[in-house]
């Protein structure tokens, strides 16, 4: 007994020992965000919006946009070129990820011209770095205006007193106006334009915007009736036109009808979903309905139609009804069996009375499959196959499982029951195949098709 004891405790303890050293390795989770979410600037400015990543890009693996390049246009290393009164959502991907930042450009509320410490800002110099302090009275948008007279290389950059760089920049100019701009709280900061023997001049203002809240919001649809698979864009004005907040959308149930940012809706599943437009404090609602879909079916076989009205509330407590049961018919729990070839629509009627068809086009069998026999060969069991297209369209791709049996019927466990067929079937073609993969004591085989599809693009669920 004590020998047993003895052996749990050193077993105990060494199992603590090893869990102490395991340590979990985690996927390194990458950071990629926009230096800023949100931006307000003046119109006719440059401002170099950085990506915030942890991973290593080269230049060419991002791609900076603009929504609207009449307000502003962004180049592929990230300069905005503000040119309007507009809202323009700036954006980068790598293709995988994207960051965006939502960038009004508005005129300033309030426009202050500052002086450096010294009295003066700009001038000509010939030290390669010169520092011009200026003190921010109020949360701003700083203006940084350079005329070059002569021709330089520069850098401008903007430093708070911590040191840290809220601006760099390179300046290749020569005999032209260009402006900067660089978004600061109030405080003291030091403009510094690194150069060589250029002769430049400098303006800098204090650029002060206020909150402008929207006063209405509409919709131009509050209800929508849509079929699955539809898509329609809805259109919300704002008032006044440019705010300081941002126009969104959401969705109350996105399996039923989902919304991108710019107001696409795209119908995905039967049922009922509220979509919601908000600007700051203001609310718009449009009620989609989702009542129609179209579906294939196989005739003789039964499939349940309960999972097309699922995303519907109370969905087990409706209705169903055959508009024409010589071709289809419908149990109460929506399980659907095809009598004859032909087009039957499948009514679900819910509890608050809204009724959803499902328009479902009865086929016959397009495709069979039949085992000629099994063989053995070097080391392989496999079976021949006959495939047969049954229409007179041409198959391009078929899916389909093998269900192998014991020679008392049982059901095997295959390595693999899936299968495809690519290389293409003619109108009423017939032609056989050989597959492996099958057990060894398989006696039997059966063959089940999921998916056809057709050269016409039409695509049959079995």
Same mark, same amino acid.
């Given at each position: ?28 989770? +990458? ?9 307000? @600037?003046?119109?006719? $400015? ?10 290593? =890009? ?27 009164? $507009?809202?323009?959502? +700036? ?17 300033? !509320? ?12 700009? *001038? ?24 070059? &007279?002569? =021709?330089?290389? &520069? ?7 911590? $040191? ?13 106006? #260009? ?44 209800? @929508? ?8 864009? !809805? ?34 599943? @039967? *049922?009922?979903? +509220? ?24 005739? *003789?076989? &039964? ?20 508009? /024409? ?8 729990? *929506? ?34 499959? &039949? ?56 109108? #009423? ?31 049959? /669920?079995?």
């Amino acid at each position: 007994m004590k020998q047993v004891r003895r052996f749990l405790s050193i077993f105990m303890a060494a199992l603590l020992l090893t869990a102490m050293f395991i340590v979990p390795v985690q996927a390194k989770r +990458i950071t990629f965000a926009m230096s800023y979410h949100e931006l307000t @600037l003046p119109a006719d $400015g440059r401002y170099p919006l950085k990506l915030i990543t942890n991973k290593d =890009y080269a230049s060419d693996d991002l791609v900076w946009n603009s929504s609207n390049n009449q307000v502003a246009k962004v180049s592929q290393a990230g300069m905005v070129v503000t040119r309007k009164p $507009g809202v323009a959502y +700036i954006t980068v991907t790598d293709g995988v990820r994207t960051a965006e930042c939502r960038l009004t450009v508005q005129s300033p !509320l309030k426009k202050i011209a500052l002086k450096s410490a010294d009295g003066s800002i700009g *001038g000509y110099s010939s030290k390669k770095t010169k520092v011009y302090p200026v003190k921010a009275t109020a949360d701003c948008v700083l203006s940084i205006q350079l005329f070059a &007279s002569t =021709y330089g290389a &520069s850098t401008l950059s903007v430093y708070n007193t911590l $040191g840290d760089c809220l601006l760099s920049t390179s300046v290749n100019m020569f005999k032209e106006f #260009r402006t900067y701009f660089c978004p600061v709280s109030a405080g003291t900061y030091n403009i510094e334009l690194t150069s060589k023997d250029m002769e430049y001049s400098m303006e800098v203002h204090q650029n002060q915007y206020q909150s402008i809240q929207p006063t209405r919001l509409t919709i131009d649809k509050t209800s @929508l009736m849509l079929i699955r698979g539809n898509k329609i864009t !809805l259109h919300a004005t704002v008032k006044p036109k440019y705010t300081s907040e941002a126009l969104m959308w959401s969705s109350s149930n996105k399996n039923v009808a989902s919304i991108s940012n710019k107001g696409v809706v795209k119908a995905a599943n @039967l *049922g009922k979903a +509220i979509i919601s437009a908000s600007c700051g404090k203001l609310k718009k609602s449009c009620s989609v309905v989702v009542n129609k879909m179209t579906t294939t079916a196989i005739v *003789g076989r &039964s499939t349940s139609f309960a999972k097309y009205v699922k995303q519907i509330s109370n969905y087990t407590s409706g209705t169903w009804s055959s508009s /024409n049961s010589s071709i289809a018919t419908v149990t109460k729990t *929506g399980t659907v069996t095809g009598k004859k070839p032909g087009v039957a629509y499948l009514v679900f009627k819910a509890k608050d009375g809204t009724t959803y068809t499902i328009d479902t086009t009865f086929e016959n069998v397009p495709v069979t499959f &039949s085992s000629l026999g099994l063989s053995n060969e070097d080391g392989y069991r496999y079976v021949e196959v006959k495939i047969q297209n049954k229409t007179n369209k041409r198959i391009t791709w078929i899916y389909f499982d093998i269900l192998q049996y014991d020679r008392y019927g049982r059901r095997l466990k295959a390595p693999d029951d899936n299968y495809w067929y690519a290389e293409g079937l003619a109108p #009423r073609e017939v032609k056989t195949d050989w597959y492996y993969w099958v057990n060894s004591n398989t006696a039997r085989v059966a063959f089940n098709v999921t998916k056809v599809y057709f050269e016409d693009g039409a695509v049959l /669920n079995m």
